[in-house]
């Protein structure tokens, strides 16, 4: 009897029975690789990259961007104009007045997730103040406030001491800042002055249309619809503007100190109110409310934090009211 083929005999089993080889080859022509690396399903491993979602991954990547201090509040009292002796320049500037702004609480990472200071300013009578605030200002110690915002600051080092006043002379002259404030509402606008448009022609077939936007659309191509974001008539104004790298010009802490007589807030027997002198105009009306806080484009101002940054501020009012 004749033998079979060596072939024959040799056959190998299906490729699913057989063990799995390493298999190194290089794939030099193709676009797909022949030596797909099999995935780790226990996902474990000394060459995973790091985790960026997480809560801390995100504070790292702002932290670059976010201020090393707190800001404060200012009352945009008007504008005014300083002259350079040197030059002869014209600066129009924003008087911005701080009454009695102080800090009212605080978030930390372990609580709330991330560092900031809630700041107050001016004063509000008990009776105006809802119950859960009022408590929230017994709790802290400090006087209802009118006015309260929350600056985040990069890390504890920005966080200050409860209770404690922040004048003018938190900002140093010549370092720049960014001024939030809302805008001038304008109420119910139109296309052309909302958005700029030149509106229908003046003549030549448009009958009581030369003010109106138009077509807001196509019918079939679009899909019938309006498409998001359209520009549209509809309420114009009344948005927080950001005012980046505003100039301080001159800090006045000399006359801060007011004192008031007779039954007129009676529980605060004095009021501290600094003017702040800014170059340029800021967005919103006189008498709204402003947020200031150092210009995170700009290199940070050469100031102490913490405890220290109120001690120095002291020594600097005491000079300048002594």
């Known amino acids: 009897m004749a033998s079979k083929p060596l072939a024959l005999c040799l056959r190998l089993p299906p490729p699913f029975l057989l063990p799995r080889l390493p298999f190194n080859h290089v794939s030099r022509r193709g676009i797909k690789s022949l030596s797909i690396p099999r995935p780790n399903r226990f996902n474990r491993s000394q060459d995973l990259p790091l985790l960026e979602s997480t809560t801390a991954a995100a504070l790292n990547r702002k932290a670059l961007t976010t201020p090393l201090r707190t800001g404060a509040l200012g009352i945009k009292k008007g504008m005014t104009a300083m002259y350079d002796l040197e030059t002869g320049r014209r600066y129009p500037c924003t008087v911005l007045q701080m009454d009695r702004v102080q800090v009212v609480s605080h978030k930390t990472r372990k609580q709330n997730g991330y560092y900031a200071v809630q700041v107050g300013s001016g004063w509000k009578h008990p009776s105006n103040v809802t119950r859960p605030l009022l408590g929230h200002y017994a709790v802290n110690k400090v006087s209802p406030k009118r006015h309260m915002v929350e600056f985040k600051v990069r890390d504890e080092r920005g966080l200050l001491g409860i209770g404690e006043m922040i ?10 800042v960014d001024a939030r404030a809302n805008c001038r509402g304008m109420g119910f606008a139109g296309g052309m002055k909302r958005h700029g448009f030149h509106g229908q022609p003046a003549s030549h077939g448009v009958s009581l249309t030369h003010r109106a936007m138009g077509s807001a659309g196509q019918s079939q191509g679009g899909g019938s619809r309006v498409y998001p974001g359209k520009k549209m008539p509809g309420r ?3 948005q927080q503007v950001t005012t980046q790298n505003v100039k301080v010009m001159k800090v006045d802490g000399e006359k801060g100190l007011v004192v008031l007589n007779g039954t007129v807030h009676e529980h605060f027997p004095y009021m501290l109110a600094m003017l702040m002198f800014t170059i340029g105009s800021i967005a919103g009306p006189d008498g709204c409310l402003v947020k200031i806080q150092d210009a995170i484009k700009k290199p940070w101002p050469d100031m102490p934090l913490g405890p ?11 000079a300048a009211t002594g």
């Open 167 to 176: 004048g003018a002379t938190w900002f140093q002259e010549g370092q720049f």
């Open 308 to 318: 220290l940054a109120m001690q120095s501020i002291g020594e600097s009012m005491g």
């Open 236 to 238: 114009m104004g009344g």
